[in-house]
């Protein structure tokens, strides 16, 4: 005898070998142990899940010698011969061939005869959606009203095709698709068998590329040993389905989460070397990313995965923030349709690959709403500027401010808990006390010592500091920092961190300090025919402003003094 392709020679032989398909089973055993079986079954689903296989097993139950039984025997000559397709009694019609109304004729006048030695006669009808409609209107009667030694079992891939008068008159079977663990365990226990040796990942690989159906993973088995013999790696499987390699597309996605770009690059390179289509490439990074974010999510929920799989996704799932997975979910499923437009779908495929992997890192709500709460004003700047040094006072103590700080080389961005500052020598003599002079200015060495206070807060949290540097500095004594601030967002950021400023104050003064905040506009500036010795009272912000504007203007005065420029100046003059 030839060869038999592993999916005829692994096609079950009872109900208890039918892989997920257990509703369909349970359903058709418990009418056969009860005696109650249909006139007509209506198997439909997807390719290669089964449903010929059903319609056998339903003719090997009803003509098996010690049937009709849930349980055949598979050794009695029915039994042998419906499996081998052989049986006289089981007439199976391939619909896709015979569609005419003188085929279904056919089968109407052989309805009329008795089996010939079996208990049953038995149509099986493959791909019965093909049938024209003559045909259709052709089987209604015999169909609604079969003899009692007839039953028939159409099967579809197409049941919208299939009249309703047909559907109303037989029982229909929804088979499913099989999961991809359902696949590749029935896949290594076939390798074990006939002694193959595939890798879990392999037979992965085939299991996915088979969408659901044992046939065509039986089928691509069968290739894969004819082109790698009995042992294959996971390249050479990967080669023969033509599938993308899903271990390339975890390292493309891991290279996604941690910022890669070097390897996202290399991977990119290596998949375009082995003729892999980047559309392909592109459609299985969105469904591993989409398996990831909901895994990330939804840490119950069950994914369609073979277990090597499933363990890179969950580790991937725990290394990134569910923003920045939902951003380069999105950013996957964008680059597939921009792919089908591109002329140079490979570096269209990096161009997005490269943009999702240095998109800034996800935040939450909470943390967005903090920073919006604190932008009020630009930018801080990040180096404030040298405090002056106050007369009788030393830096880092009580009588002068402290020397700055070179600020840390990474400073949050997010509003957390202020973390404290490294530990400060106890500083006994009490701070010099400014308050606001009639004339409404601040001293200058009050006004350098708050710039110098913002930007401690602002080495813990950004947030808090932006959200001061509106405020107006009213008076700096010994236990109180009091400021003025207009009603908005700024005012609520500080009243909801008060504590924590206040901390930080405590901290930097080496004693328990109070922040006062009046509500309203800023006091009026000075006027300026009166000297007097301070600055004017002005936020911090509108104060780097103020500097930021003078550096243009003197910037702008410098360029129009260039020799170059003013000789163009005088040609335009000319």
């Known amino acids: 005898m030839g060869y038999l392709v592993l999916a005829r020679k692994y096609r079950p032989q009872s109900f208890g070998e039918m892989t997920g398909q257990e509703h369909v089973v349970r359903t058709l055993s418990n009418e056969l142990k009860s005696g109650h079986v249909a006139h007509a079954f209506l198997f439909t689903g997807p390719r290669g899940v089964g449903k010929t296989t059903a319609a056998r097993l339903v003719a090997k139950c009803l003509d098996c010698v010690n049937g009709p039984t849930a349980d055949p025997c598979g050794v009695c000559a029915p039994c042998v011969e419906i499996a081998e397709g052989r049986s006289v009694d089981v007439i199976e019609i391939d619909a896709a061939s015979n569609n005419g109304v003188d085929n279904i004729r056919d089968i109407v006048e052989a309805v009329k005869y008795r089996p010939a030695r079996d208990r049953f006669k038995v149509f099986v009808v493959d791909e019965v959606h093909m049938l024209s409609t003559g045909a259709f209107n052709a089987l209604l009667k015999t169909l609604e009203e079969p003899p009692e030694h007839v039953v028939f079992v159409l099967a579809t891939t197409?049941?919208?095709?299939?009249?309703e008068t047909i559907l109303s008159r037989c029982q229909r079977f929804d088979f499913r698709r099989l999961t991809q663990q359902q696949i590749a365990d029935q896949l290594r226990r076939v390798a074990e068998a006939e002694g193959l040796r595939v890798s879990d990942g392999a037979l992965g690989l085939v299991a996915r590329a088979a969408e659901g159906g044992m046939r065509d993973a039986l089928?691509?088995?069968?290739?894969?040993?004819?082109?790698?013999?009995?042992?294959?790696?996971?390249?050479?499987?990967?080669?023969?389905?033509?599938?993308?390699?899903?271990g390339a597309v975890a390292r493309i996605a891991g290279a996604l989460i941690?910022?890669?770009?070097?390897?996202v690059l290399v991977e990119v390179e290596a998949l375009h070397a082995r003729g892999q289509e980047m559309k392909r490439v592109a459609e299985e990074l969105v469904r591993h990313l989409r398996n990831v974010v909901v895994t990330k999510l939804v840490p119950q929920a069950s994914l369609d995965l073979p277990d090597s799989e499933r363990r890179e996704v969950r580790a991937q799932a725990e290394a990134a923030a569910p923003a920045q997975l939902t951003r380069l979910f999105d950013l996957a499923q964008r680059s597939v349709a921009e792919l089908k437009l591109s002329e140079q779908p490979r570096y269209a495929f990096e161009v997005s690959l490269l943009k999702a992997c240095f998109l800034a890192p996800g935040a939450e709500v909470q943390d967005l709403v903090a920073r919006l709460e604190g932008l009020g004003a630009p930018a801080p700047s990040r180096t404030p500027g040298p405090p002056r040094p106050l007369s009788g006072g030393t830096p880092g103590c009580a009588g002068g401010p402290p020397a700055a700080r070179p600020p840390p080389s990474t400073r949050r961005q997010t509003s957390e808990p202020l973390a404290d500052p490294p530990p400060r020598a106890p500083v006994s003599p009490a701070p010099p006390k400014f308050s606001l002079p009639a004339a409404g200015v601040v001293p200058q060495a009050a006004a350098d010592r708050w710039r110098v206070v913002v930007a401690e807060v602002e080495r813990a949290s950004s947030a808090?500091?932006?959200?001061?540097?509106?405020?107006?500095?009213?008076?700096?004594?010994?236990?109180?920092?009091?400021?003025?601030?207009?009603?908005?967002m700024a005012l609520s950021t500080v009243e909801r961190r008060r504590g924590e400023i206040e901390g930080v104050f405590a901290r930097f003064f080496g004693r328990p300090t109070t922040l006062t905040v009046a509500k309203g506009a800023a006091p009026d500036p000075p006027d300026p025919a009166v000297p007097a010795a301070g600055v004017p009272p002005q936020s911090l912000a509108g104060m780097e402003q103020a500097e930021r504007d003078a550096r243009s203007a003197r910037a702008r005065a410098a360029a129009r003094a260039h020799p170059n420029i003013q000789e163009v100046t005088k040609i335009e003059d000319l």
């Not at 197409?158 to 009249?163: E, G, L, R, Y």
């Open 158 to 163: 197409d049941v919208h095709k299939v009249p």
């Open 219 to 246: 089928s691509m088995l069968d290739q894969v040993r004819a082109a790698c013999g009995d042992a294959a790696d996971d390249g050479a499987v990967a080669e023969v389905v033509g599938a993308v390699d899903p």
């Open 258 to 263: 941690h910022r890669d770009g070097a390897v």
């Open 464 to 488: 808090a500091a932006n959200a001061l540097k509106q405020a107006v500095l009213l008076g700096l004594t010994e236990g109180e920092v009091s400021v003025r601030m207009p009603i908005g």
